[in-house]
């Protein structure tokens, strides 16, 4: 768009190149390329007194004045590999959550794409349909070699690599040409295929899934849905559907409205490792779509990633399910983002940039003209407040599919059970009683704690210390299974003390249980049952935890015992019973959102029962039966937690009433980090007394990790842009204590 200041020519570009470059430099365009020239697309530049790579920003774009431009040397290859709305986007989060462009490219690019390797095409060969017998004859007869080619054709499930098949089957092009036009076979051009054909999450769970007949509360959302995508407008819906109400029916139906009409789609999952079960369900539901479904998770290795970006890129796959880098994907004509299970933390990434996956599929819908979808039986109360606010079109599913019942909740108070205890008081005698019903019942039970290890601390009766780590300020964990003691931040280990370290008396005691002991307590009351165990220790290779999950399925557990690793998604028809212990832990997180939290978890791990035919219950030990989150979620009731948790939230001016940026300091010497953050604190509110509400500095939760000491100030604001406007440029002058590093973290989801 020309303005009054510059004249757009066709002879300079934008290029944000990769290293070195935190913004978008301007650059003359050589004749050659004038006329082909793309936003998106990788271009090698002139670097001081080097040379690199770099994206293609804008074009054409203004003139600088008075200052003579450098040349793009070269086009790397014809594909971008960015669309133009996501240069957009990238400079949305530049700003937003005060970081470089470059970092954000990191982000974005997939490392093989940022170092400019091309995109290979390779053939596939497969064949057009069944041969028919008669023809099958007639070749072996006149043409072994073809029908040999047919052979091995109908014997695979995938197209095979034209060149790999021919030399390992020694059969040369003339007979691929003659099955070719004789119509029998058909070859297909495509980047490398990889991630297809050679996709750990192909298997993965691989559950077979029909399509349902949409009930009237998923046709309503569909309905509502379609509209915003055919009115081809930005909106974002939000989908309050209870668990099991089928929201993935809905999210599935609307993915393939927008591919049979020529668009893309994203669809984001919390972390696609812990989702096996989503993946290969949207994989089977989508599967004849003619397109690829690209999975986009951590397990890629970089080959594959770069094909994937690829596939996306050229349009050869419309279609991507991954984690919140997702987000990114270089789809053209994206017209539809979900976000499922838009609540969980885990869409915020945890370093720098710090974006939450969620909101900035929300920017980029908006940046398209296209429909965001966010999904959750537990919204998060930013997004509640925005689809009661009317900025958010609110659809609701109240049922579970076929009128199945929710499941009913029983709150057993562990300080009248602790009193009653005989023996372990870990597990309550209604618990108890439960899990015996159900095992001789044959159904299956989900047990929840979501604490690793065996006992928390350990503490010294003669004392009063507990053991600390070293270079932590938490307690070590003991894990029975090698007698360590380990912390669960840094995780260092040592063998577990028989001794106080600090008054070398014999009497310490560990204290508190984790999931380690719980096993063991289950193995003496039900010598019998079959149980799993999953958390961070026994699934430290994720094959491992889809086999455990395909088991458990499968029948081969009775139990399936775990950390929040299985809190989320899972669909298992005969699991009746689940079972929260120490439902109180995550209340008492240092963290204003703990009772959201608390609440969230305990809504969604409860979805776990009954979502089969048969009729689930969940169980829930607690110390603090009367608080709310305890108490709205057994009565199944969000609407009314959310209206409660707000008010509290608006009495302390918490989101999302304000947003709140956390800056963290930290360094090795304690002395220094508080004057540093201190300094800080009275500079800023003396130059800028009005821009946010301040609080703080303060030392964080985690007062000291590996060794490093930090402290935290609260900035509290209606809108994030001027105070970063603001705080950006001072903080690059004054902040330049090379041992004091800090970090800005604006809606911060983490404040330990
Ligand atoms: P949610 O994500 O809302 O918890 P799911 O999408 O996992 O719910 O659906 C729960 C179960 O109900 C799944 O097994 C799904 O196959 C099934 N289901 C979904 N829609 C229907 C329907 N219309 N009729 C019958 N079953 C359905
Ligand atoms: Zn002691
Ligand atoms: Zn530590």
Redesign the pocket.
């Known amino acids: 768009m020309p303005d009054l200041f510059g004249e757009i020519e066709p002879g300079v570009a934008e290029v944000v190149p990769f290293d070195g470059g935190a913004r978008a430099y301007s650059y003359a365009v050589p004749s050659a390329l004038k006329e082909t020239l793309k936003v998106g697309q990788l271009v090698r530049v002139p670097l001081g007194h080097r040379q690199g790579l770099g994206v293609v920003w804008k074009y054409p774009a203004e003139a600088p004045a008075g200052t003579k431009l450098r040349s793009i040397l070269a086009l790397e290859h014809e594909q971008p590999v960015m669309t133009e709305d996501c240069c957009r986007l990238a400079e949305w989060m530049s700003g937003y959550y005060g970081c470089g462009l470059n970092s954000v490219l990191e982000t974005v690019l997939p490392a093989a794409v940022r170092k400019g390797v091309r995109p290979v095409f390779r053939r596939w060969l497969s064949l057009v349909g069944p041969v028919e017998a008669d023809v099958l004859t007639k070749l072996r007869k006149r043409a072994p070699r073809q029908a040999q080619l047919i052979d091995y054709l109908s014997a695979q499930t995938q197209p095979v690599e034209r060149a790999k098949t021919l030399t390992s089957l020694g059969i040369s092009q003339p007979a691929v040409d003659a099955l070719l036009k004789a119509g029998l076979i058909k070859e297909d051009a495509h980047v490398l295929w990889r991630v297809a054909y050679n996709d750990p999450f192909a298997e993965a769970e691989s559950v077979s899934?029909k399509g349902?007949?949409?009930?009237e509360s998923?046709q309503a959302a569909v309905k509502s849905i379609a509209e915003t995508l055919d009115a081809k407008q930005f909106r974002t819906h939000l989908l309050h559907?209870?668990?099991?109400?089928?929201?993935?029916?809905?999210y599935v139906s609307l993915i393939r409205k927008v591919v049979a009409e020529g668009g893309s789609a994203i669809f984001l999952v919390p972390e696609v490792a812990l989702t096996p079960q989503?993946v290969g369900?949207l994989r089977s539901r989508l599967s004849d779509l003619g397109t690829r479904v690209v999975v986009w998770h951590s397990q890629l290795s970089a080959g594959e990633r770069f094909d994937a970006w690829m596939a996306m890129s050229l349009g050869q796959a419309r279609v991507v399910v991954g984690a919140r880098s997702a987000v990114f994907a270089p789809l053209p004509q994206l017209r539809l983002i979900v976000v499922?299970e838009e609540h969980e933390p885990s869409f915020k990434q945890g370093e720098t940039p710090l974006y939450h996956g969620r909101d900035v599929a929300v920017y980029r819908a908006s940046l398209l003209s296209a429909a965001c979808v966010l999904?959750s039986?537990t919204p998060s109360l930013e997004s509640w407040r925005n689809a009661t606010s009317g900025r958010y079109v609110l659809n609701t599913?109240p049922q579970?599919?076929?009128d199945r019942p929710m499941p009913a909740f029983r709150i057993v108070d562990m300080r009248r059970e602790v009193l009653h205890a005989k023996g372990q008081s870990i597990l309550s005698r209604e618990l108890v009683d439960s899990i015996r019903e159900r095992l001789a019942k044959k159904e299956q039970a989900i047990l929840f704690l979501n604490r690793r290890g065996h006992s928390r601390s350990l503490v010294c009766p003669d004392c009063g210390e507990a053991v600390q780590c070293p270079s932590c300020s938490v307690s070590l964990t003991l894990h029975a299974t090698d007698s360590t003691a380990r912390c669960h931040l840094c995780d260092y280990r040592q063998p577990a003390p028989v001794i106080c370290p600090h008054c070398r008396s014999p009497k310490v005691r560990w204290k508190g249980y984790g999931t380690q002991k719980v096993e063991e307590v289950i193995a003496k009351l039900f010598p019998q049952a079959r149980v799993a165990r999953m958390d961070a220790d026994t699934m430290s290779k994720k094959d491992l935890f889809r086999r455990v999950l395909s088991d458990f399925r499968a029948g081969k557990y009775d139990m399936l015992l775990g950390t929040q690793m299985i809190a989320k998604?899972l669909?298992f028809?005969r699991v009746t019973l689940v079972g929260i212990l120490d439902a109180d832990l995550s209340l008492q997180m240092p963290d204003f959102r703990a009772s959201e939290r608390t609440f969230q978890l305990l809504t969604q791990v409860a979805?776990r029962a009954g979502?089969g035919d048969l009729e689930g219950a969940v169980v829930v030990q607690t110390f603090q039966p009367a608080s709310d989150p305890i108490q709205f979620a057994k009565r199944l009731d969000f609407e009314g937690f959310a209206q409660a948790e707000l008010a509290k939230r608006a009495e302390f001016g918490y989101p999302p009433d304000r947003h709140l940026v956390r800056h963290v300091f930290r360094g090795r010497n304690l002395e220094k980090v508080t004057f540093v953050i201190e300094s800080w604190v009275k500079e800023f509110s003396r130059l800028h007394p009005d821009l946010a509400e301040i609080r703080g500095p303060a030392p964080c939760p985690f007062e000291r990790v590996q060794d490093q000491y930090r402290m935290h100030c609260w900035y509290f604001v209606k809108s994030v842009k001027p105070l970063l406007a603001a705080l950006l440029p001072l903080r690059a002058k004054i902040l330049r204590d090379e041992h004091v590093i800090d970090v800005l973290d604006v809606d911060a989801q983490d404040c330990g």
């Open positions: 899934v349902h007949q949409l009930n998923q559907g209870v668990t099991g109400s089928g929201k993935t029916e809905v989503t369900r499922d999904g039986a599913m579970r599919v076929d998604g669909d028809p979805g979502r």
